[in-house]
């Protein structure tokens, strides 16, 4: 029994490994669910978006906060976005009226009454929209296989832009940059016109731009996240998936795992911090005083980020 105890005290001491914790004063909505997507409205963090995906055809729904994950009302008339939608896997809501949803299978659809109808938008030829972003006025929709869309009239028409036949996953729009991450490909990197390959060590989940810190860039990939470096890309928690990342106002990392909850690292890639354990987080958003983690199966988790933190 002695030598028991020494090796799980000696386990449990492991540098590096940060044990997992619980954040007082959180909350946990829609449960049960698989959130598919997640989308917060820039300038109001009270204004909440998400994407459902289930099994049975005519259950891709989304749903909406006003009150900053409170009460929650289903979208487009309380129904699906389309009879056979069964994966709402992109939202965003540029403004209080326009709201974006992006489904595998059945393309884009845009609603311009702040979700009570959603009306498919035929000027995108994908029928599987990754993710959407918003900067300004500039709207981006990614595609499994066909590249990044770009509008500037509120949804009404859509550009391609490229880069084409790269297996996109997220998009990851800052300032005048743009950054498409893929399952296929690593990362690209649209500085202008023209796409750049930044990236092909591994399969890439999503990217974080830190502006702040001259567009520092981290990566959740397949097998561990990954900080670009002077010296090139250093890796950290190796043997790991990650589906989100993003860089906290104090210039820390988060990182949702697929498979064990979410990660807080320090700019060097140093783990300080693990949360909701066991979860599967696909999703990160912080907006004011909070983080919004969406999972696979476990629904939203609204997390103050004082919490959060070290």
């Not at 990614?142 to 998009?171: C, E, H, M, Y």
Request: positive net charge.
């Amino acid at each position: 029994m002695y030598r028991l105890i020494l090796i799980c005290l000696s386990l449990c001491m492991v540098p590096g490994l940060a044990p997992a914790q619980t954040v007082p004063e959180s909350r946990h909505v829609l449960k049960g669910r698989i959130i598919r997507a997640l989308a917060l409205e820039p300038g109001d963090p009270n204004h909440i978006l998400v994407g459902q995906k289930a099994r049975k055809p005519g259950s891709g729904l989304v749903f909406k906060s006003l009150d900053g994950g409170k009460t929650w009302r289903t979208q487009n008339a309380n129904a699906a976005l389309s009879p056979a939608a069964t994966d709402v896997q992109a939202v965003a809501a540029a403004s209080k009226s326009l709201l974006l949803a992006g489904t595998w299978k059945q393309g884009l659809f845009v609603s311009t009454n702040g979700g009570g109808k959603f009306q498919p938008v035929r000027a995108v030829p994908s029928n599987d929209i990754r993710d959407l972003a918003v900067s300004g006025t500039t709207l981006y929709a990614a595609s499994s296989q066909k590249g990044v869309f770009q509008s500037n009239d509120k949804g009404k028409t859509w550009t391609a832009i490229g880069p084409a036949r790269a297996a996109l996953w997220s998009i990851t729009a800052a300032g005048s940059r743009l950054y498409a991450s893929s399952l296929r490909s690593g990362v690209f990197e649209r500085n202008g016109e023209a796409w750049t390959a930044i990236f092909d060590q591994d399969k890439v989940y999503a990217t974080a731009v830190n502006e702040s810190a001259g567009n520092s860039l981290a990566l959740a990939a397949e097998t561990g996240i990954y900080i670009r470096k002077k010296e090139g890309w250093q890796k950290a928690i190796t043997g790991e998936t990650f589906a989100d990342i993003l860089f906290s106002p104090t210039g820390l990392l988060i990182a949702g795992s697929w498979e064990n909850g979410l990660v807080v690292l320090s700019p060097d890639g140093r783990l300080l911090k693990r949360l909701l354990a066991g979860k599967s987080v696909i999703h990160l958003h912080i907006s004011g005083t909070r983080l919004f983690a969406a999972t696979w199966g476990d629904g939203l988790h609204i997390l103050p980020l004082k919490g959060v933190l070290p």
